[in-house]
């Protein structure tokens, strides 16, 4: 029920900077959290940054310092900095959001289609 398309993945060198852009379509729902994961091949996706409620963020360790998560409206934005070979992988988009009555709210999660992230040393 909602929609999440992402942007602004690409090849940069260590050092250099992107955004990744991540804008939620949906009726009749509410966006909750959104946040950004990543995955390599054979390994785990993991969490990269998260924002609830607008303003509190979280972060994994490894990017804490470089990489910033902000949100207007339904859309998610991810700066990331001073990027390392080791931040290369797939990243995507999450959203999770609630629907119907407000007596008895569903919840479900999103997920975006995923952008390649290639940092090269």
């Known amino acids: 029920q909602v929609q999440l398309v992402e942007s602004g993945g690409g090849m940069v060198q260590a050092g250099g900077s992107l955004r990744l852009s991540c804008a939620a379509s949906?009726?009749?729902?509410?966006?909750?959290?959104m946040g950004w994961y990543r995955q390599v091949p054979g390994r785990q996706r993991e969490l990269v940054a998260s924002?609830?409620?607008?303003?509190t963020t979280n972060y994994a360790d490894s990017v804490k310092g470089r990489f910033t998560i902000s949100r207007l409206e339904n859309t998610v934005y991810l700066q990331m900095n001073s990027l390392k070979p080791e931040d290369t992988a797939v990243y995507y988009c999450?959203?999770?959001?609630?629907?119907?009555?407000?007596?008895?709210?569903?919840?479900?999660?999103?997920w975006g289609q995923g952008t390649q992230v290639t940092v090269s040393s």
């Open positions: 924002i609830a409620e607008y303003t």
């Open positions: 949906g009726r009749r729902v509410s966006i909750d959290t």
């Open positions: 999450n959203a999770a959001f609630s629907y119907g009555p407000i007596e008895n709210p569903q919840s479900q999660t999103s």
